[in-house]
């Protein structure tokens, strides 16, 4: 008895030193990023793009679990900017979030601002970017979290990681291209290429000398963490030949499995695991659209890098991820990729999601809501002329949850205006249900096309556990929506197609190891079912990540109240909070 009590309070202390140990490792990283106007040459033409520090992509931040960021944003550009830093919970710390009026008014030209932040409890793959207008077309870049110091993977430690930063160029400067469009109430120009760590590749004109090379020797594997850093399109990945062994998401572990192919939509993260298991030669890596929005115009050319075996004695490897192309080699096989609208490629690819273990889903629900989500139509204003209602008939585009198409405040931020008490920003009256009931995926009525406009809210008090069903509807056009919810992670415990059925879908509900993510894509004509515990108190904006849909309004905020005690409590903002 006596040993047994000594050997478990042994290991009390074994954990107490061990969890010591890594808060005592914990690192404060310290970064500049300066937001500037910089010539960057793509598809023949030198665009004065906007980037940070000069780069296109950004810099790569790499930190461990439980590590600190403290990010210097000065802004040397022309326009406003915020960083997001997409997927990290900012407990506490949402004044760090980024999303321009919701958690802060913009850095002005000029400005800064510095962003503090913990990353705790999350590995894998995340990233930033600016949210502000357009600007994430060329603003991005990945955070990498590794496991603290002195722990492992759950899966064996690859020989290289790389991160494969999927994006979205346009031969013109974007802000342009989505100023015209509010403009005209018609959709944006859609892009004119897709890029890989920046490059468009050897489909291109005037690329291929530019194409981003993935090195590798035979036998190594190679963790590549992949993201869609697309302002509008889901986007299909592959390699030619070799298989992907999908082992995380989102910064959270998944169990593994093997796929050829990847979806993602804009805003999610993939990790996988690449082994150079085949004839030493050069493959392809390709993503091209996933579109499911019927009749909609879209970019259907296809991006491309490199997986260039090496030989043994080639020179140091790990940091070539941008080298040149070499004239004269063999030309790379190219993988075949599925159709643009191969739907049945996604559901199998979403349904391999499963957490590595139990998890600890809410199954009491304190707050249920129904989010129905999807495109609408304005009718023209009596004094705007022709040329600004260029949607379908003589409209102006427009999107929407639960009827309501999202505003944005211009004059304080929504979380400033919940901390100092500041009426007439934003009500609380977003519904939790739709005003009406309809037949979301079928035939809807007319009347139904043209939202509400609003700076509308929902409350949600802390500790309370919710579900949300995101239903997508087919009002304009059904669409594959990527929605995203900041500084939480959520479980999707399912998803399906058609109208969601209380009565025959809670069936199919996975409480057991459903992933971990922080955007679902809600399927074309279907819904999902994501469910959280409010545990973080503040302004968290949740909308869908095609940055045309959010614009249009297809987005709201869930205001989670402060709880009980200092830890339950939002921080106080930073004295260099930006000033609207």
Not at 21 to 30: G, W
């Amino acid at each position: 008895m006596e040993a047994a009590k000594t050997s478990i309070f042994l290991a009390i202390i074994f954990l107490l030193l061990t969890s010591a140990l890594s808060l005592a490792n914990a690192k404060v990283h310290a970064h500049e990023f300066v937001v500037e106007a910089t010539p960057v040459k793509r598809l023949c033409k030198t665009h004065n793009a906007i980037t940070v520090n000069g780069q296109f992509p950004g810099p790569t931040l790499e930190i461990n679990n439980g590590d600190t960021l403290v990010v210097k944003v000065t802004n040397k550009a022309r326009y406003n900017v915020t960083i997001h830093w997409h997927g990290v919970r900012q407990m506490r710390t949402g004044w760090a979030d980024g999303p321009e009026f919701v958690t802060q008014c913009p850095i002005r030209p000029g400005g800064s601002y510095t962003y503090r932040f913990t990353v705790q409890g999350q590995e894998g793959t995340l990233w930033w970017h600016a949210h502000s207008s357009w600007l994430r077309a060329t603003v991005y870049g990945a955070l990498i979290i590794r496991p603290r110091e002195g722990e492992l993977y759950p899966f064996p430690k690859p020989n290289h990681d790389t991160p494969i930063l999927l994006g979205e160029w346009w031969d013109a400067n974007p802000i342009d291209v989505v100023r015209q469009a509010t403009r005209t109430g018609g959709a944006p120009n859609v892009s004119d290429a897709y890029t890989i760590n920046g490059q468009p590749g050897d489909l291109y004109k005037c690329s291929s000398k530019d194409t981003t090379i993935v090195p590798i020797h035979a036998g190594e594997t190679n963790l590549l963490r992949v993201i869609n850093a697309a302002l509008n399109q889901p986007l299909f990945f592959t390699v030619a030949n070799h298989k992907l062994t999908v082992v995380g998401a989102d910064a959270s572990y998944l169990k593994p499995f093997t796929t050829k192919v990847l979806m993602l939509g804009p805003g999610q993260t993939t990790d996988v695991l690449l082994t150079a298991d085949q004839p030493p030669s050069r493959y392809y890596m390709a993503a091209r659209a996933y579109q499911s929005a019927q009749n909609a115009p879209f970019d259907n050319t296809t991006t491309t890098a490199i997986l260039e075996y090496r030989s043994p004695h080639h020179g140091n490897h790990s940091r070539h991820h941008h080298s040149k192309g070499v004239k004269n080699k063999r030309r790379p096989i190219m993988p075949p990729l599925p159709a643009y609208n191969d739907t049945n490629t996604v559901t199998a690819f979403s349904r391999s999601f499963r957490s590595p273990r139990k998890v600890e889903v809410p199954t009491e629900i304190d707050q249920s809501l129904f989010f129905a989500v999807g495109l609408g139509l304005n009718k023209c204003p009596k004094n705007f002329k022709p040329n600004r209602c260029q949607g379908p008939n003589g409209t102006r585009f427009t999107a929407s949850m639960n009827n309501v198409s999202f505003v944005l405040p211009n004059n304080v931020s929504i979380l400033q205006a919940q901390y100092l008490g500041i009426p007439g920003v934003f009500t609380t009256d977003f519904p939790g249900k739709p005003p009406v009931k309809f037949d979301y995926t079928g035939n809807v009525s007319r009347s139904l096309w043209q939202p509400i406009p609003g700076t509308k809210a929902h409350k949600l008090k802390f500790g309370s556990r919710v579900e949300i069903v995101l239903q997508d509807t087919s009002i304009v056009t059904p669409e594959n929506h990527p929605i995203h919810l900041h500084g939480y992670d959520f479980y999707i415990v399912a998803e399906g197609f058609g109208n969601f059925d209380p009565k025959k879908d809670r069936a199919k509900f996975n409480l057991v190891d459903p992933p971990l993510r922080n955007t679902v894509a809600v399927p074309v004509n279907g819904w999902a079912v994501i469910r959280f515990v409010a545990d973080n108190p503040g302004a968290w904006l949740m909308h869908c990540h095609l940055d045309v849909h959010i614009g249009w309004g297809l987005a709201t905020v869930l205001v989670v109240e402060n709880g009980v005690g200092k830890l339950q409590f939002i921080e106080p903002p930073p004295v260099d909070l930006p000033l609207c």
